[in-house]
């Protein structure tokens, strides 16, 4: 009998991938490039099982049922397209090559158009959920060749995590790259939720002067609450997490934080499309600023920076900030959403929004039982363009206004840098502000270079100069937007 699928790259999260498979009842061809690997896995964690081997490209192929499905799971970049040259000339048309890696999604769509003129489908797929996930169910985000879907579906479907409905946290994305630029929005919100945590504990730590095992015991009770996600759960366990000498761990950790890029893609993308994506950018410079070490410990010292206490009730101070965090949270996924839906105009994707939000409910590192609100917001309004006028959310923002006020205030009057959750109320006070000053800027714009404005009392689309100093010509600079 020969494999249902080839998984090519025997790290980690191609090892789990592979197990998974197999406990769901596929039969997987396993290959990597030093064979040793195989071997490893063939008599370690597969032992036992119906996972077989694959010494050689050519092995593989030849051990696939027609059409081949062999999902990459190596370093996204160059492994992948040098994997795919090898490939190509072994398989057949209809087959089908998938990168399951943290691919940047232009390179989906320039592979997926590639190997289209060769007859042969791609698939690129977004897989969130760490070592644990892929071992027993990742959130899967496939997208590429729609072709390629129903012969693809029924594994990833099996494989992926499931909500509390039973419905599987995988669906077909869109065309392209859909798959890989969702996946890397959920990165993006990933870093704007892991920052917005951090956040929270600073104002705990510094402002407030909890202790370690007191800040454990509000996470647990926030994860009872509409913040209960799977980050929220790993921080109370991190924060009590006693280092073998009893101290808390997480106070010998360098305070510098690494990152692989998909965030910085997603406000690249956000910067290219023009979305305000301010929250996760935030988080992103955030990362950048902590690696700044040696400079941050200098500054402090040349600045003389005082502790800063926050005075008043600590009951009161924790739940402004439970519901600053989760307003800022909200505002976040509002921000990732409109990304989302500039792309899917700018790429025809035809995104469905309430399927992202159901294909993050489980397995992904930004699961959340939030995630079921932001599908119930989708389906009653799927073209919803700012998720905080959804009723439920809008709620949430109206309710915790006060109380976010306060803890946005607090955080610039004490000095503790909270840069997503002001951020993200500065947003929404720009975003439900009808008159924004930009008509000054506009004036500056024609002052200086005749760029030109329209006028509150003409139809839109008219452009007007003024000569405002009298010294300029009344010639106007052709105008357009970037
Ligand atoms: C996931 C994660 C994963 C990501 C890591 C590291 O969905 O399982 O998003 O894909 O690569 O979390 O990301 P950084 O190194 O950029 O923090």
Known sequence: MKGDIGVIGLAVMGQNLILNMNDHGYKVVAHNRTAEKVDEFLQGPAKGTNIVGAYSLQELV???ESPRKIMLMVRAGDVVDSFIDKLVPLLDKGDIIIDGGNTNFPDTNRRVAALKEKGIHFIGSGVSGGEEGARFGPSIMPGGSPEAWPFVKPIFQAISAKTENDEPCCDWVGNDGAGHFVKMVHN??????MQLITE????MKDGLGMTHDEMQSVFIEWNKTELNSYLVEITSDILGYKDTDGEPLVEKILDTAGQKGTGKWTGINALD????LTLITESVFARCLSSLKDQRVEAEELFGKKESIVEGDKQVWIEALRQALLASKIIS????????????????????????ALMWRGGCIIR???????RDAYDIDPELSFLGSDSYFKGILENSMSAWRKVAAKSMEVGIPMPSMTSALTFLDGY????????LLQAQRDYFGAHTYERV????????HTNWTGKGGDVSSTTYNS
Request: charged share 20%.
């Open 188 to 193: 993006g919100i990933e870093y704007g939720d």
């Open 368 to 374: 959340s039982a939030f995630l079921s609100n932001i």
């Open 457 to 464: 009392d003409k139809p839109k689309g008219e452009f007007f």
């Open 273 to 276: 499309m023009g979305i305000p």
């Open 62 to 64: 030849d051990k696939l």
């Open 200 to 203: 929270a504990y600073q104002f």
């Open 432 to 439: 439900t502000t009808a008159r924004l000053p930009a008509n």
């Open 333 to 356: 996924y509002a921000q990732g959403f409109m990304l989302m839906r500039e792309a899917s105009n700018e790429n025809c994707w035809d995104l469905n929004y309430g399927n992202v």
